[in-house]
């Protein structure tokens, strides 16, 4: 699907929301450290958790809202509502004050708004693209989030330090014009559905009809079957791919000796486990950046089924090789490895959700989707632990078998959704 035919929302948001994550990406690395300057790990750790969990919990919500009040409405108000945040965000580390507490309130706003941003968000290009070009069209998105990670973070580390007042005004006025953009460029793409329609008036102003009528629509989504499937084998395959910053982090800062990468003569290149991790973080990143598109294009001429069963087997196998050495060479082929998995699914994953999902509850299964992430990230974190209880490697196995058994409800999973597909063809 080439530009000129994307949608004026599509291009809107990639061009808005590209500039936006670039300026996100510049201080979100560095809010652990912020915090644990300001209130110890122990505290910072326990807040973070907390803001991650009301975080999920506020998805849902915005998955219903998308569905029921629109993605616009949905769209705009968490827009305003981030560039409300930023204003005090800025405030709270500017000449004139200098507030912890309030940032750490901003901090956590703005990840709440932006739960309630994104089930809209998404749920907006599968109402807009065509069944075929989702995946090209998701993965250019997901292209566009990795770059803003790769280059963010190298800026941020300069002004985040330095001039953290003038990094976040930026962002302030970056907000409040992808507010204007959004309000006065995009359009409405919700499905008209026409339940939502003969809901009485009496009923339908009442806070009680509409939070029993989310629950209601959440409890359709947990009978499906085949989605609970896909959740429950996401979370598993997540414990991998989550710990790139946990247990690899861990694993090749503390134990991979400083070796010699290259050796030419007299001339030598070594890295000691921290430098070495920062140059597989790199080459992670480097590899989603430039192949996201071109894989993901690839990875539509097989059956879905076969390729993200494919994906989890190569994060079981590249945790079950990290975890036999300290070789640089071989982990960086894990590396390689633990990348070309996350390329294979990653534009196929909203795709196929918007493919299960009836076109009325698509965002809500949007932000159920993206429970795979929230509770994934949750429970990630026991793997640190388990490396005192069990040792490194046995750590790694048990995260490679974990992978291996999301592979099976994988398959189990697309069997009985390709026998589904099969009768409803049949059918009609």
């Known amino acids: 699907m080439k530009w000129r035919d994307w949608d004026i929302n599509l291009k809107v948001r990639f061009i808005g929301e590209g500039i936006f994550n670039l300026l996100f990406w510049m201080f979100f690395p560095f809010m652990a450290i912020y915090f644990s300057d300001h ?40 827009a305003a509502g981030q560039a409300v945040c930023f204003v005090f965000f800025a405030l709270a580390n500017s000449p004139w004050l200098d507030s912890p507490m309030l940032t750490f309130l901003c901090f956590t706003l703005l990840g709440l708004f932006g739960q309630l941003y994104w089930p809209a968000s998404s749920a907006m290009i599968a109402d807009v693209v065509s069944e075929k070009d989702r995946p ?63 809901a009485a008036p009496e009923t339908s102003g009442n806070w009680l009809y509409y939070l029993k009528k989310q629950f209601g629509d959440y409890g359709i989504i947990l009978k499906d079957r085949l989605f609970m499937l896909y959740l429950l084998a996401g979370i598993l395959v997540a414990q991998t791919f989550m710990q790139l910053d946990l247990l690899i982090a861990v694993y090749t800062t503390s134990q991979v000796p400083h070796q010699n990468l290259l050796a030419l003569g007299t001339w030598t290149l070594a890295v000691d486990g921290k430098q070495l991790f920062s140059m597989m973080v790199s080459l992670n990143g480097l590899c989603v950046a430039l192949f996201t598109v071109i ?5 539509t001429r097989f059956r879905e089924g076969n390729v993200f069963m494919g994906s989890a087997f190569c994060y079981g196998a590249a945790m079950i090789i990290m975890g036999t050495t300290v070789n640089a060479w071989v982990l960086f082929l894990c590396i390689v490895m633990f990348s070309w998995a996350e390329l294979m699914q ?34 990630a974190p026991v793997a640190i632990p388990m490396t005192v209880w069990f040792g490194y490697s046995q750590t790694f196995y048990i995260l490679g078998f974990v992978a291996f058994i999301g592979m099976v409800l994988y398959g189990v999973m697309f069997s009985q959704f390709y026998r589904k597909k099969d009768l409803n063809v049949i059918n009609s």
């Open 136 to 198: 090209g069209v998701f993965a250019i998105f997901y292209t566009s989030i990795n770059v803003t990670v790769v280059i963010g973070p190298l800026i941020g580390g300069i002004l985040f330090f330095n001039d953290r007042f003038l990094l976040l005004s930026i962002c302030t006025v970056v907000s409040f014009i992808l507010l204007w953009a959004l309000n006065h460029w995009i359009h409405e793409t919700v499905p008209v559905v026409s339940a939502d329609k003969s």
């Open 346 to 379: 990653v534009g196929l994953q909203d795709s196929f959700v918007a493919k299960l999902s009836p076109e009325h509850l698509r965002g809500q299964y949007f932000a159920a989707s993206g429970l795979r992430l929230s509770v994934g990230r949750s429970i």
């Open 39 to 78: 209130f110890g790990q122990t505290s910072a750790g326990i807040l973070l958790i907390l803001s991650q969990v009301i975080g999920a919990v506020i998805g849902l919500l915005g998955g219903y809202c998308a569905d029921h009040f629109g993605r616009r409405r949905m769209m705009i108000f968490s």
């Open 295 to 299: 894989v993901t294009k690839w990875m």
